[in-house]
């Protein structure tokens, strides 16, 4: 068995890919790579949204039942207000909320929340509006407004509760 090592005459019969073949798959390659970056990137762009989006939650739960949690017998005598008597809160005043909370979310994060760049804060409002006085009602609203640090949206987390006295 020979091999033989010559030169085709003919170049047209020779086998290979051309320049603008190659380029034409270097675009459908670096297409489909980009597209696979792009949805890793919307995934943990949606993974991290998620992930403040229940901290908010929390926070709003938190608020709801702490306001839940406060002392309130409408039947005791005489009618007080305040810490320690039968409705530990305040009455709705102009529709301003009963109490605020600011505080940071409770997610692993880097920073320091004293810092100025710091931007996984949350704030919460808790509203009570009496709903009717015979049954006694309460509507208990806690928002948790929190800010999105990648697109800089506000979003608003909200729980809502029916209270009735002594529960």
Known sequence: M??????PKNRTHCPGFTLVEI???FAIFGMALSGLIYGYVVAN???EWSSMSLAAQSAASQGAERARAANWRPR?????????TMDELPP????????????????????DPSSADFNSW???YV??????LNPPMRRIRSDAIWRFPLTGALCT??????RAPDQ
């Open 23 to 25: 380029m034409i798959s």
């Open 157 to 162: 987390n909200s729980v809502i509760l029916l």
């Open 2 to 7: 020979t091999l033989h090592l010559a030169q």
């Open 45 to 47: 762009r949606m993974a």
């Open 127 to 132: 509203w009570v509006t009496n709903i009717s």
């Open 122 to 124: 949350v704030t919460n």
């Open 92 to 111: 709705p005043a102009n529709g301003r909320p009963v109490f605020t909370n600011v505080d940071y979310f409770d997610i692993p994060t880097k920073g």
């Open 76 to 84: 005791d005598y005489p009618a007080t207000n305040g810490p320690g």
